[in-house]
């Protein structure tokens, strides 16, 4: 419920359930409808991202999904037609997909993102060059799940602090072990107290969710056979 | 390469297709939706095939606000 504590909610589902979902419910404004039709890959993870994010705040606030209202506006460049969603309800989210999967955090608390990555071949050393820390560079050596899993708290971090790549944040250390995870102070993300959580992922896949501080945290997995679980939220700083 | 195909492999369009996209189109939003790790990559293909480190020269990666910044960089380098 709204307003009863600092509650923590994630959400994650395939994009061929958000799909078929939504074939039974047309419930996306015009924005998203328009960014849906782009057609292809990033048409499918639009619609799906903007479909699961409506479930999930309808499902917290009590409205219908087609009620909630979404506005978004880009922190880079000021455009109402993308960017981080804004939210009634003093409700805040984030937004994520990967390899057909969809996720999606929210929270009561502006300082939320998440961000999930398909285990897949990628050039480690190369892309860790491009975004990563010196330390962060030795902490994921050739090691594929270990750059993918400081990558996710890297993006989960820097859309909780409203940035992203654009600005060169990424580059910023903010990962001081991957197993366990442990950051450095994230201060610089704009949060100190801030968390970071290991999202419960299909196997293939690794996600986070960077959150504030003592939150109520409720993860949700699947539409058709929706299983919530209360986690704890441990301090992994 | 040109660099419209290095853009165009990162996000799975044809070269055409990019080439035909104007200057003021962004890449992380729509219509392109291109996310951070295909941004990166595409960063290390433009190191890789023109020679230009724009991850390594441009630290705030201002470049990467558009393609009509992205495509100016590059060709500033000379390349």
Known sequence: ?237 | MTLDAIVAAALGLTEAEVSALPDETRFFGPPLEMSSLAGAQMLTAIATELGVDVAGEDLALDSLRSLGHLRAYVSSRGR
Do not use: N
């Open chain 1, 1 to 237: 419920m709204v307003g009863q504590g600092r509650v923590l909610d994630t959400w994650v589902a395939g994009r061929e359930e958000l799909e078929e979902w939504a074939d039974r419910h047309p419930v996306l404004d015009r924005t998203e409808r328009r960014r849906a039709e782009a057609g292809g890959e990033r048409g499918r993870d639009a619609r799906a991202g903007a479909t699961l994010l409506r479930l999930a705040v309808a499902a917290r606030t009590g409205q219908s999904p087609a009620e909630v209202d979404v506005r978004r506006r880009c922190a880079t460049c000021a455009h109402t037609g993308h960017g981080r969603p804004r939210l009634s309800h003093g409700l805040a989210a984030s937004t994520s997909h990967s390899g057909g999967l969809v996720a999606v955090a929210v929270a009561d608390s502006s300082w939320v993102g998440i961000d999930i990555e398909q285990v897949r071949p990628v050039p480690v050393a190369d892309l860790a060059r491009v975004a990563f820390d010196a330390r962060e560079r030795d902490l994921v050596g050739e090691d594929t799940e270990a750059f993918l899993d400081v990558w996710a708290v890297k993006e989960a971090l820097s859309k909780a602090s409203g940035s992203g790549i654009l600005d060169g944040r990424l580059r910023q250390c903010a990962v001081r072990s991957v197993r366990p995870l442990r950051l450095h102070d994230l201060s610089g993300f704009g949060c100190a107290s801030g968390r970071v959580l290991r999202l419960p992922l299909p196997d293939g896949y690794t996600g986070f969710v960077a959150a504030g501080p003592g939150v109520d945290w409720h993860h949700t997995a699947g539409l058709s056979s929706a299983r919530t679980t209360r986690l704890v939220s441990p301090g992994s700083r």
